[in-house]
């Protein structure tokens, strides 16, 4: 027995529902015709899961990383105590004010395999060549001028 045809209420209601869902499925579906898991057979792929540079980093799914907590101005503080204090992580911590020891050590492992270190250890090792060979010629020149007394 269909219980809509004794119940004027419940065929309205079963024709309204039929009605609300072909109208929603041609709002969300897509004009391709997808086969078993989303498979789209007259383009040979899977359009449900496609990957996109934006679609990677908005999803819910992508927990953020270490460095996107640090501003600018931090990992500029961070990266000009690393050059006066070396990994004395609480003196390091202290420059930065915003963040604690901690937080430096992880960020310093995090930084020192990123492409930005390298950069900075290369003009850190070139400041520290010239000042050497500032010192030297500023030795030499006081040698000399001892000498000649």
Request: proline share 5%; with cysteine.
């Given at each position: 027995p269909n219980p809509s045809a004794s119940h004027p209420s419940l065929s309205l209601a079963a024709s309204s529902l039929t009605s609300y869902l072909r109208l929603s499925r041609s709002l969300t579906s897509t004009s391709a015709t997808l086969g078993p898991y989303g498979y789209a057979y007259n383009s040979g792929c899977h359009p449900l899961e496609r990957v996109s540079g934006l679609g990677l980093l908005t999803t819910p799914l992508r927990s953020p990383s270490l460095v996107e907590g640090w501003s600018p101005r931090e990992v500029a503080a961070f990266e000009t105590s690393m050059s006066v204090y070396g990994k004395q992580f609480h003196l390091v911590s202290k420059a930065v004010e915003s963040k604690t020891s901690?937080?430096?050590?992880?960020?310093?492992?995090?930084?020192?395999?990123?492409?930005?270190?390298?950069?900075?250890?290369?003009?850190?090792?070139?400041?520290?060549?010239?000042?050497?060979?500032?010192?030297?010629?500023?030795?030499?020149?006081?040698?000399?001028?001892?000498?000649?007394?």
């Amino acid at each position: 027995p269909n219980p809509s045809a004794s119940h004027p209420s419940l065929s309205l209601a079963a024709s309204s529902l039929t009605s609300y869902l072909r109208l929603s499925r041609s709002l969300t579906s897509t004009s391709a015709t997808l086969g078993p898991y989303g498979y789209a057979y007259n383009s040979g792929c899977h359009p449900l899961e496609r990957v996109s540079g934006l679609g990677l980093l908005t999803t819910p799914l992508r927990s953020p990383s270490l460095v996107e907590g640090w501003s600018p101005r931090e990992v500029a503080a961070f990266e000009t105590s690393m050059s006066v204090y070396g990994k004395q992580f609480h003196l390091v911590s202290k420059a930065v004010e915003s963040k604690t020891s901690r937080e430096c050590v992880c960020f310093y492992y995090v930084w020192k395999k990123g492409g930005h270190y390298k950069s900075w250890k290369k003009g850190f090792e070139d400041l520290m060549e010239d000042d050497e060979e500032e010192e030297a010629a500023a030795k030499g020149e006081g040698g000399a001028a001892g000498k000649e007394e």
